[in-house]
C-alpha cells in the first residue's frame, strides 16, 4: 500500500482536532511587521493581528518557511518511510510559499515530492488538505490524490465580505480618496478568489450588514448540492460569521456548514472583520 505524506501551509486554517485526526503536517507561514515577526495562529491571535494592525502605519507583509526548514522537513518525512509527498500551498498570487516549494523539492527529490498550489486561501484551501489527507490513510496512491486535487481546484469559491477597508488601502487594491469616500459612505466590497488564485473586488455594497446579507445571496444562488461542503469564515467577528452560518443553514438545511477563522495572512490584504464563505466539492 502507497504510504504518502500530507503537508497543508498554515493559511489553510485547519483546527488542531483535524490536524491530529489526519495526520497532517502544516507548514507555517509568518506575518511581518516591520522586525517583528509572527506565526500565525501560534505568535499571534485575530486579536492581537487586529490590534498590531491599528497601531502599524504600513501593511504587515508575508514570509514562509526559510527553504533550509523547508527541505528539511520534506527530508524528514521521506526518512520516515513515505513513498511521496503532497505540499498543498496558499494560492501563489498571495504569497511566495509555492515558488519556495517547488525549488526546495526539485533540491530534495522532485520525483517524490510534490507541490500543489491550491490557488486559493484559509478552510477553502483547508479542505484540500483534509480531503487529501483522509485519502492518503485510506491507502490512495500519490497520482490518485493530486487527480482529486485537481478536481476539487476546478470546484471550489471563496467570498468575503470586507469589514474594514484600510489594508485594501494599504495594500493598493483602493486608493486613498477610494477608501476615504467608501468609509464615508459605508461601502463594503465584496472580493473573490478568482480561477488564477488572485484576490479581487467584485462588488461594492453600502454597509456591512448588506454585504453580509449578499454573501448569503452568492451563497444560495450556486445551488449547491451535498456534494459540496460550505462553510463560513471570520476574522475576529464571530457574531457576524454566525448570523451568516444560519440563513445559510435554512436555504441548506442538509449540510453542516461550520465555522472557521480566515487566515491572518488573508486578514492582512482583506482587513479585520471580514466574514467570507467557501464551498469545495468533495464528491
Known amino acids: 500500500m502507497s504510504k504518502v505524506a500530507i503537508i497543508c501551509d498554515s493559511t489553510g486554517c485547519i483546527p488542531a482536532e483535524e490536524i491530529e485526526k489526519y495526520g497532517l503536517n502544516i507548514s507555517y507561514i509568518s506575518l511581518v511587521f516591520g522586525q517583528d515577526v509572527y506565526r500565525e495562529f501560534i505568535d499571534m491571535t485575530p486579536e492581537q493581528f487586529i490590534e498590531k494592525c491599528a497601531s502599524y502605519p504600513g501593511l504587515p507583509t508575508t514570509t514562509q518557511p526559510t527553504p533550509g526548514a523547508t527541505m528539511e522537513l520534506y527530508e524528514s518525512l521521506l526518512e520516515q ?3 511521496d509527498v503532497i505540499h498543498i500551498t496558499i494560492s501563489s498570487h498571495l504569497s511566495g510559499s509555492y515558488q519556495t516549494s517547488v525549488s526546495c523539492a526539485e533540491m ?3 520525483e517524490k515530492i510534490h507541490i500543489f498550489d491550491s490557488r486559493t486561501v484559509t478552510y477553502t484551501q483547508g479542505m484540500f488538505g483534509v480531503y487529501a489527507a483522509k485519502m492518503a490513510q485510506d491507502g490512495a496512491n500519490v497520482q490518485e490524490i493530486l487527480t482529486y486535487l485537481e478536481m ?3 470546484n471550489n469559491q471563496f467570498y468575503a465580505a470586507i469589514y474594514d477597508l484600510t489594508n485594501l488601502r494599504k495594500g493598493g487594491r483602493l486608493s486613498n480618496v477610494e477608501a476615504a469616500l467608501g468609509n464615508l459612505l459605508q461601502i463594503k466590497p465584496i472580493c473573490q478568489i ?3 488564485g488572485s484576490f479581487q473586488a467584485i462588488e461594492k455594497i453600502r454597509t456591512f450588514k448588506k454585504s453580509l446579507k449578499r454573501l ?3 451563497g444560495a444562488e450556486a445551488n449547491l448540492t451535498e456534494d459540496y461542503q ?3 469564515m471570520h476574522i475576529a467577528n464571530e457574531e457576524s460569521a454566525k448570523l451568516v452560518q444560519a440563513e445559510l443553514r435554512e436555504v441548506y438545511p442538509n449540510h453542516e456548514i461550520n465555522i472557521y477563522n480566515i ?3 488573508v486578514a492582512a490584504h482583506g482587513g479585520p472583520g471580514a466574514v467570507a464563505i467557501g464551498w469545495v466539492k468533495h464528491k
Open 230 to 232: 460550505l462553510v463560513v
Open 81 to 83: 518511510g513515505y513513498d
Open 216 to 218: 448569503v445571496e452568492i
Open 194 to 196: 478568482q480561477p488564477d
Open 108 to 110: 530534495v527529490n522532485p
Open 152 to 154: 476539487i481546484r476546478e
Open 263 to 265: 487566515s491572518l495572512v
